[in-house]
């Protein structure tokens, strides 16, 4: 099992940057898949980005290709995300997950098993 709690979000004018992180608890912090997830007010929850068990591989929502980046440092049981030229549309609570898997991709939040309480991005314009 793991716990997540992400830091890292704050008021930010549009155009600037701000890297997210989650920090996992657990000896087996290597072996999991994580991700981001977002949520706006009135919005379903829609993916952000995914990471695999190694870092050596990384998805991005087609939308977000080139101003997001994530990462992850095993030793530190940290996984990342880096946000750049932002926009008031990226306004959302950010929500970092996990899922025991070393498969191709996960892209929907049904398919993650533990998840973070979420920490406020606000771009304003």
């Known amino acids: 099992q793991v716990q997540l709690v992400e830091s890292g979000g704050r008021l930010v004018q549009a155009g600037g940057s701000l890297r997210l992180s989650c920090a996992a608890s657990?000896?087996?912090?290597?072996?999991?898949?994580m991700a981001w997830f977002r949520q706006a007010p009135g919005k379903e929850r829609e993916f952000v980005a995914a990471?695999?068990?190694?870092?050596?591989?990384?998805a991005y929502a087609d939308s977000l290709k080139g101003r997001f980046t994530i990462s992850r440092d095993n030793a530190k049981n940290t996984v990342y995300l880096q946000m750049n030229s932002l926009k008031p549309e990226d306004t959302a609570v950010y929500y970092c997950?996990?899922?025991?898997?070393?498969?191709?991709?996960?892209?929907?939040?049904?398919?993650?098993?533990?998840w973070g309480q979420g920490t406020q991005v606000t771009v304003s314009s």
């Open positions: 997950a996990a899922v025991l898997w070393r498969g191709f991709f996960k892209v929907s939040p049904q398919e993650y098993a533990y």
């Open positions: 990471i695999r068990w190694s870092g050596l591989n990384t």
């Open positions: 657990g000896r087996t912090f290597s072996s999991y898949a």
